[in-house]
């Protein structure tokens, strides 16, 4: 098995995510959910950890969120849209920097693709 996974331990089951199955995920409280195609998996975590853990392709968007840029259709109004069809609301001040962000991680992407 290739690429990062992502341990998941909840009170019931022990599971393993690989990182670029990963649509977004959302903190409430100490609870991470993190949301895939096929699932999702609710755990206690904390979102610092997770995103230091899934790197530079994710972006947290907000306090309690983080997104995946691969699966990020657009951007604007304050909120990302999610290829699944998903808004994710944008943190107030963080419009500009997430841009920049996705600029970047899209430029990387496209020279990796077309080398």
């Given amino acids: 098995m290739g690429g990062v996974i992502i341990p998941v ?3 019931t089951e022990t599971a393993v995510v690989k ?3 990963v649509l977004y995920v959302e903190s409430r409280l100490r609870t ?7 699932r999702r998996y609710r755990y206690y975590g904390k979102m610092g950890d997770l995103a230091e853990m899934l790197g530079g392709s994710f972006y947290r968007c907000h306090v309690s969120w983080i997104v995946n840029l691969c699966k990020v259709a657009s951007a604007g109004g304050g909120t990302v ?5 998903k ?9 500009q920097a997430f841009r920049r962000r996705y600029i970047q991680y899209l430029a990387a992407r496209h020279k990796t693709e077309n080398s």
Avoid: P
Wanted: charged letters at 35%; hydrophobic letters at 40%.
């Fill in 32 to 38: 991470v959910l993190l949301h895939t195609a096929v």
């Fill in 87 to 95: 808004d994710i609301f944008l943190g107030r001040n963080k419009f």
């Fill in 81 to 85: 849209h999610m290829e699944d069809g």
């Fill in 9 to 11: 331990l909840t009170r």
């Fill in 19 to 21: 990182k670029e199955d």
